[in-house]
């Protein structure tokens, strides 16, 4: 909690740059909608959920799963939240083949969640073994004790990475 504290307090000054090219902006303010408002005083107008969701998503992502993962899965907070808009089509268990887009775009971004876990956890098992991590993964140190500890007991259990990636996204 303490590093997720610290990166809000460092970042929350960022929260909007104020900036009116899109070039320039933070990568949460673009999927907010922001636009500088020239008047007397200049103002934003900002859609507040969505700068909100991505700012926090962007500052806790790599505290959880290190920087490398996001820097290898660009597209991992879209991922969570296609995951998270198709939820209730899973809680139904309404398989990816019917023709529903959210259905199906839920699916496809929770096997590219999934795959990116198994090959996060390969990884840090390769590492608890004293191996190499290769080059994708040079610095797996911010990585969360939390994460670290998971990975331990599943390996100390022998289940391989690709059985308990799945679970890490409430496998439906």
Not at 63 to 89: C, K, R, W
Not at 108 to 136: K, Q
Request: net charge negative; glycine share 6%; aromatic share 10%.
């Amino acid at each position: 909690m303490t590093r997720v504290k610290g990166a809000i307090d460092t970042q929350i000054a960022d929260l909007v740059s104020l900036k009116g090219d899109p070039f320039d902006h933070r990568m949460w303010e673009d999927s907010s909608n922001a636009k500088l408002v020239e008047n007397e005083s200049y103002s934003v107008e900002i859609s507040l959920f969505p700068l909100i969701r991505n700012f926090v998503s962007l500052l806790t992502t790599p505290i959880l799963v290190g920087s490398d993962f996001l820097g290898n899965y660009p597209y991992t907070i879209e991922d969570l939240q296609q995951f998270d808009a198709g939820m209730l089509y899973f809680l139904l268990k309404i398989p990816a083949w019917i023709p529903i887009e959210k259905t199906q775009s839920s699916h496809a971004a929770r096997e590219r969640l999934r795959c990116s876990m198994i090959e996060l956890f390969t990884v840090m098992g390769r590492v608890l073994d004293g191996g190499d991590p290769g080059p994708r993964w040079q610095n797996l140190a911010d990585v969360s004790e939390f994460m670290w500890e998971r990975c331990k007991i599943w390996k100390q259990k022998g289940v391989p990475p690709n059985h308990y990636a799945g679970g890490e996204l409430a496998d439906a």
